[in-house]
């Protein structure tokens, strides 16, 4: 027997990622392909490197796209500059922080682990003390956008400590990098990575990835080598480097195209009317979703626009509902991880996913579930809520 054609379901993908795919990302893919060293697909990478030091907002030479998801940009990042015997203060608050504290001891490091309740920051003043006790200290790394809780981690503390302790700053922008600033040059980060399936609306398989000089450097002057031959940054450099473009691994060729094209629409749109619109939606979306009775896990001004986490009340199956709304409607939230299991709900509002529609749409749906089940007795509040701050906004 010969299986059929394979046709996705039409989704409404409001979860942790991947979020929608404009149709023009989507075309990039279905084009016929280059050779990874034909001139022409060389001047592509040339490109995106350009794109994505906008996005990253740095002149850091070393900006490229590594091969793999966001995961392979935090391995690329530890594994580059930790040896066997470095100290590294890592922020965790959260499940990405736990991932990162996991990749330094596996590269032999010595993960300092500066904790914080899930859906909370890191305290600047801990991770001063870290810095003060542990002796010299290799780097410090922490999670800009939290996307197991929500919550957005302020930066300039803690890029000032590493600037006086003498330590590399790491930051994961996976979920933020293109729908909050991230200013890697203004706040001197040394190394930064994300993913492509996030608020770049590209399909997963990518990872934007930026290195300051100071971070080569330390790259450079290791004592053994980087312990990933796929991830050693010093041999990709000889690819995307103009002049030498020695083969290393084959490209993902399509991927870049769609990379390239995600791009090219977060350039036009421009980033300050991005970032608008992710903090425009989320507002109405939390406005409708304070009307269900469901309130952000972070506190105010902690709270992510692109990844809404909201408490669950105990009496709704939170589970449930979620499995309900993806059949019924075609609608795809998160849950709770680790400690948040059958909590909380993680609506993340992405690139193309953070829209008017996909937000009234979701809300509508939660309303109808929700007064099937009899936990709301007036109908329509919540997307009147949105629908306010919608009009606010356009008046
Ligand atoms: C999604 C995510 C990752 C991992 O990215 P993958 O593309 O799933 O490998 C890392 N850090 C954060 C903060 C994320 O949200």
Not at 150 to 176: H, K, M, N
Not at 282 to 306: F, I, N
């Amino acid at each position: 027997m010969v299986l059929r054609d394979f046709t996705p379901p039409s989704r409404l993908l409001l979860g942790p990622g991947p979020s929608l795919v404009h149709p023009r990302v989507l075309h990039a893919l279905s084009l016929p392909l280059l050779g990874h060293l034909d001139p022409v697909f060389l001047r592509l990478m040339d490109e995106i490197q350009t794109l994505l030091r906008g996005v990253f907002q740095t002149h850091n030479r070393f900006t490229i796209a590594v091969s793999g998801t966001g995961s392979a940009g935090m391995e690329a990042s530890i594994v580059n500059l930790v040896e066997p015997g470095d100290a590294v203060i890592v922020g965790v608050n959260g499940v990405f922080g736990t991932r990162l504290a996991a990749v330094v001891e596996r590269c032999g490091g010595k993960a300092v682990r500066v904790e914080a309740p899930w859906g909370t920051c890191i305290d600047p003043a801990a991770v001063e003390q870290a810095l003060r006790r542990s002796g010299p200290v290799k780097a410090v790394a922490v999670v800009h956008a939290e996307t197991s809780t929500g919550v957005w981690q302020p930066l300039d503390e803690i890029a000032g400590l590493c600037r006086r302790y003498d330590a590399l700053f790491v930051v994961d922008a996976v979920t933020s990098l293109g729908g909050v600033p991230v200013e890697v040059d203004r706040l001197g980060i040394d190394v930064c990575y994300s993913g492509t399936q996030k608020c770049l609306s590209c399909p997963p398989g990518l990872a934007p990835f930026t290195m300051s000089e100071r971070a080569l450097a330390a790259a450079k002057q290791r004592r053994i080598p980087c312990q990933s031959w796929y991830l050693d940054m010093a041999l990709i450099a000889e690819y995307w480097a103009e002049g030498t473009r020695a083969y290393h691994h084959t490209a993902p060729v399509s991927m870049l195209y769609a990379l390239r094209e995600a791009l090219r629409l977060v350039e036009e749109e421009g980033l300050p009317a991005r970032f608008a619109r992710h903090r425009l939606n989320s507002d109405a979306l939390l406005a409708g979703l304070e009307a269900l009775g469901l309130l952000p896990l972070p506190a105010v001004g902690r709270r992510l626009p692109m990844l809404n986490c909201v408490t669950v009340p105990p009496h709704i199956p939170e589970a449930e509902v979620r499995a309900q709304l993806l059949a019924e409607y075609g609608i795809e939230i998160g849950g709770g991880l680790g400690p948040l299991k059958g909590t909380v709900w993680r609506i993340g509002l992405m690139g193309e996913s953070a829209a008017e529609a996909p937000v009234l749409t979701l809300l509508n749906a939660l309303e109808a579930l929700f007064t099937r089940y009899g936990w709301l007795t007036t109908p329509g509040r919540a997307l009147q809520a949105a629908s306010g701050v919608y009009g606010q906004a356009n008046s």
